[in-house]
């Protein structure tokens, strides 16, 4: 039975990718889900005194950048910590080296930080280690916006000269291309695949571009959606998801990477303008204004204007073929719906049409949704059927042609939960159990509809049982055997699963079961296995490898290497360097392992873990080394932080520098004598303008 349908299924990110998707976004482990939705967490108190951050960049470590409008200075504010510092050493008004002018943009790499002065007309690079001036770009006319791409190479829009200049790492120009199809640019950002976008205000659009300077079109559909938007400020996440501050009415937009509309949220009681956006790894909105900064998070709410995905074409090679069925894999919490359509034609013509309007770089999604859709003026160019509503399995009732197209809705009423769509299987051709029943029942069409799906029921259940045992040897492969069976399949190793273990390292464990059982009790043996856990490759001391008496021999003499002494300079003193009782009298000699027993069968295991991290997984590590370690050997078990048996300080082990901060002339530090500067490449520090030799200052 289970040779008897083809199948197609969509599990995977490419599979799932290879369709078309407006307003949604695809899961890591592959599926379809709605946009989560910016949400107002709170105002950042914190830096409450700014009234005016501007040109707001966060690094990968979650420290956030901005300027103060006002006064040109630079600020630096943990986001963890949530402490403020100035920077006293960069900015300010004025036109030497380091001061800044109207400054509208930061831009931070691993080695850089970029400051767009735009009132002196130029790009300043300052040292990520120490923040002294390394790099000065000028020439510009009228910069207005800088990006960098994965490779490095910085990006300069200039509205004046109509270009966009290509710099590299060290501020070395290598390309410029024309803007001219750009009357009035805003900003620029680097998107999903080094796209370089350039928000235009008149039109407004977006406009994209190849690193090479290639002009691939102009973008997204403003017409419609959000209606008349007057851009200020730009910026893009780690999806490809682009924001466009509004000038004046305390709004943000969100577009997907295509440029389609996906929604917008607003500033609560802000009456200002916005004046940066910039966006920390976790993927949190810090959004600067005039009445101080606001944070939003990603990940409590999602958007209910709901999101389509269109499948590829799919092709059965059967002319008229009847598709049998659709089986989705559905998480539907209550308050959403997925609700699914499908065509199936037979038509060569609608095929090259559909394929020629999803290959269409010219359009939107959103626009090619309304070619294949239609909207209230013209009729779609595919007539869908449906809707099924949150199907658990679908028959198609009408699915007959070579190719068969699907669309799936999904929505919710409630922007605290989303719908999900993991996976798709769809069988064909058309095999029901109606050919098992004499003919005459089948010959009377309303008969035999009502039969097929009647007993469609029974049939999909005994498939779907058929198809499980033909499959039985998945449950036997850790990389495929559902996770509820992870602890029966351990158990055929003779392995203790704990139930609070991730479901990845019960798989990763179980696959190496054999190669540890093979170590096992040896410090490499153990190691793995807590490696596996933890994530933490852990640091295995053994005391007797490490802490080695002195024996008599060739090498240690007594008299040379070694002297021995009768009684100490001022004698055995009772209370002092012996007490009665515990100083014991033996009447035989020493064996030659007693001096090593304090040492033997000991050793120590560090994990280089925080303190909360090393209480989440004490307990586990401990059975695991009750377990796997020798019976006759015992242990310590500690963390880096001093946690765990005992507060031993291992340097370069478990010691941890924090709060690094660079020299700053002037206040930490004041130059003196004996000071050598000198050259260490891209990290370390340069003399440039304003900088002074004097005496005892050494350059080598």
Not at 199 to 205: F, G, K, L, T
Not at 466 to 477: F, G, R, S, V
Not at 527 to 537: L, P, Q, S
Request: with cysteine; charged share 25%; aromatic share 10%.
């Amino acid at each position: 039975m289970t040779d008897e349908f083809k199948n197609q299924v969509f599990k995977t990110a490419a599979q799932w990718n290879s369709g078309l998707m407006y307003r949604l976004e695809g899961m890591s482990n592959g599926g379809i889900t709605l946009y989560a939705r910016p949400a107002f967490s709170r105002w950042e108190q914190a830096v409450a005194k700014i009234k005016n951050p501007a040109a707001l960049s966060i690094d990968e470590c979650g420290q956030l950048y901005f300027i103060d409008n006002q006064t040109s200075r630079l600020y630096r504010f943990n986001t963890g910590t949530r402490v403020l510092e100035p920077f006293s050493c960069i900015g300010g008004s004025g036109t030497n080296p380091g001061n800044f002018n109207n400054p509208t943009c930061i831009l931070i790499d691993p080695y850089t930080l970029w400051v767009l002065d735009a009132g002196n007309k130029r790009i300043q690079g300052f040292s990520q280690e120490n923040f002294q001036l390394k790099y000065i770009i000028g020439n510009l006319e009228e910069p207005v916006a800088i990006g960098e791409d994965t490779q490095g190479f910085l990006y300069v829009l200039d509205r004046a000269a109509k270009k966009i200049l290509k710099y590299t790492k060290h501020g070395e120009i290598v390309d410029q291309f024309g803007t001219a199809e750009i009357p009035e640019p805003v900003g620029l950002v680097i998107g999903k695949d080094n796209i370089l976008y350039v928000i235009d205000r008149q039109p407004v659009n977006f406009q994209t571009y190849t690193r090479q300077g290639q002009y691939l079109g102009a973008r997204g559909d403003f017409s419609k959606e959000p209606g008349t938007l007057r851009p200020a400020v730009m910026a893009v996440d780690k999806k490809g998801s682009l924001y466009i501050g509004e000038a004046g009415t305390g709004q943000v937009h969100q577009f997907d990477p295509d440029g389609s509309f996906i929604g917008t949220f607003t500033i609560p009681g802000i009456a200002g303008e916005i004046l940066g956006i910039a966006i920390a790894p976790r993927g949190d909105l810090y959004v600067g204004t005039t009445q101080g900064i606001a944070v939003f998070s990603q990940q409590q709410t999602y958007w209910k204007t709901g999101g389509i995905y269109y499948s590829k074409t799919l092709d059965s090679g059967i002319k008229s073929c009847r598709w049998h069925r659709l089986k989705p894999d559905l998480d539907i919490p209550p308050r959403t719906m997925v609700e699914v359509y499908y065509y199936a034609a037979d038509d060569e013509e609608l095929k090259k049409e559909i394929e020629k309007c999803r290959a269409d770089n010219s359009k939107s999604i959103q626009q090619k949704v309304e070619y294949m859709d239609g909207n209230n003026s013209n009729s779609g160019l595919i007539p869908w059927q449906g809707p099924a509503t949150n199907p658990g399995d679908m028959l198609f009732q009408e699915g007959i042609g070579r190719y068969l197209w699907l669309k799936v809705k999904l929505s919710t009423y409630e922007e605290a939960v989303r719908p999900s769509v993991t996976g798709m299987r769809v069988y064909y051709p058309r095999q029901s159990y109606l050919r098992y029943l004499p003919a005459i029942y089948q010959e009377d069409p309303a008969t035999k509809e009502f039969l097929e799906r009647f007993l469609s029921l029974f049939e999909t259940r005994f498939y779907d049982l058929e198809t499980e045992i033909a499959h039985i040897y998945k449950y036997l492969e850790p990389g495929t055997v559902p996770a509820e069976f992870l602890k029966w399949l351990g158990s055929w190793l003779n392995l203790a699963l704990a139930e609070e273990w991730e479901e990845d390292k019960k798989r990763d464990l179980i696959a190496e079961a054999a190669a540890l059982y093979k170590q096992k009790g040896t410090p490499a043996g153990i190691a793995r296995f807590i490696d596996i856990y933890t994530g933490t490759v852990p640091l295995i001391i053994e005391h007797a490898r490490v802490l080695k008496p002195i024996v008599l021999n060739e090498k240690n003499r007594i008299g040379i290497d070694t002297v021995l002494m009768q009684t100490p300079v001022r004698g055995f003193r009772l209370g002092d360097d012996s007490i009665l009782g515990r100083s014991a009298l033996r009447d035989t000699a020493l064996s030659a392992e007693d001096p090593f027993l304090a040492t033997a069968h000991r050793y120590t295991v560090i994990l280089n873990l925080a303190a909360r991290e090393f209480q989440k997984f004490e307990k586990g590590v401990k059975r695991i080394l009750d377990e796997e370690k020798p019976a006759h050997t015992c242990y310590n078990l500690r963390g880096s932080n001093g946690t765990g048996e005992g507060m031993n300080t291992y340097v370069g082990i478990n010691t941890i520098v924090t709060d690094n901060r660079p020299m700053r002339l002037g206040e930490d530090a004041v130059l003196g004598s004996g000071l050598i500067v000198y050259d260490t490449g891209e990290r370390g520090g340069k003399v440039q303008q304003r900088s002074r030799i004097a005496r005892d200052l050494k350059l080598i």
